[in-house]
């Protein structure tokens, strides 16, 4: 795993996220969750290059969120849908994510949660974490496809401090 620059790389940022799947990890090498997510973006923002990943407030991985400065954005290699598909249906709450996920935990420079099966970790800062109320949502239809049982995502949007790739 070594420090890349971002201009580097070179993927399609609309499925990147959407058809490879990500992880997204919070927390110290004592005590980090996370979780799988398909749904996400990357960009441009207040001058810094931003992720934006969006956590429904149910999940483990969401007080993780809400109490670290940063999160990673991990994606892993192939052969690991496996893994995502635990990491994407169990919660934290039901296992121990930190020892049986079938991955490598791994820390950055940072400090934060990786794994020894990424090929591209981007450690973003939170800039800015908010919900999304229903009064905002100026598509009805997609809010009852999206929030009938009232399980709200908050967003978070952090700049890319560091990105690692293997
Ligand atoms: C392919 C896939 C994509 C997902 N995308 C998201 C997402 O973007 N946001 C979200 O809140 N949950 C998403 N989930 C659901 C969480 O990963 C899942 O609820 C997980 O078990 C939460 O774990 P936790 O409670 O340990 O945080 C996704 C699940 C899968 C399988």
Known sequence: MKKIELSSLSFNPFFKIRDQWALVAAGSKENFNMMTVSWGGMGE??????????????????????????????????????????????????????????????????GCPTFAEAELTLVCRKLYHGDLPRESFTDDALFEKCYADGDMHTMYIGEIVAAYAD
């Open 45 to 110: 923002l207040w001058f810094k290059e931003v992720t934006t990943v969006y956590v429904r407030k149910s999940r483990l991985t969401h007080e993780f969120m809400e109490n670290n400065d940063y999160y990673t954005l991990i994606f892993l290699k192939d052969g690991n849908k496996k893994a995502l598909q635990t990491l994407g249906t169990k919660s934290g709450r039901d296992m121990n994510k930190m020892t049986d996920s079938g991955l490598t935990p791994v820390f950055t420079e940072e």
